[in-house]
Nanobody, 117 residues
Framework: QVQLVESGGGLVQPGGSLRLSCAAS????????MGWYRQAPGKQREYVAR???????NYADFVKGRFTISRDNAKNTAYLQMNSLKPEDTAVYYC???????????WGQGTQVTVSS
């Protein structure tokens, strides 16, 4: 059984920063891709960023230059450093992990990020 536990969400003022964490545990084995998605009220879930096992990172255009994804492979943990936050970044942020051995994907439960003054 695989579990993903996210943390770090909260309320922040525009221009502020937050750091999200996603820790994978259980029978996860080697991880290929660790990524983040988000879903705002009334909208579809959208891709934010990902990091593959080779160290390559990729970002959605709307977060480039503001968000940074990183990972600690020894801890099976991914991070999302979010700077210069905007009200439109308000959403539930979900961690997504793809296992290397069978490419099966897992989702976290989500963590709420609210950007408001």
């Amino acid at each position: 059984q695989v579990q993903l536990v996210e943390s770090g969400g909260g309320l922040v003022q525009p221009g502020g920063s937050l750091r999200l964490s996603c820790a994978a545990s259980g029978n996860i084995g080697a991880i290929d891709v660790m990524g983040w998605y988000r879903q705002a009220p009334g909208k579809q879930r959208e891709y934010v960023a990902r990091s593959n096992s080779g160290g390559t990172t990729n970002y959605a255009d709307f977060v480039k230059g503001r968000f940074t994804i990183s990972r600690d492979n020894a801890k099976n943990t991914a991070y999302l450093q979010m700077n210069s936050l905007k009200p439109e970044d308000t959403a539930v942020y979900y961690c997504n992990v793809r296992r290397l051995i069978d490419r099966r994907e897992y989702w976290g439960q989500g963590t709420q990020v609210t950007v408001s003054s």
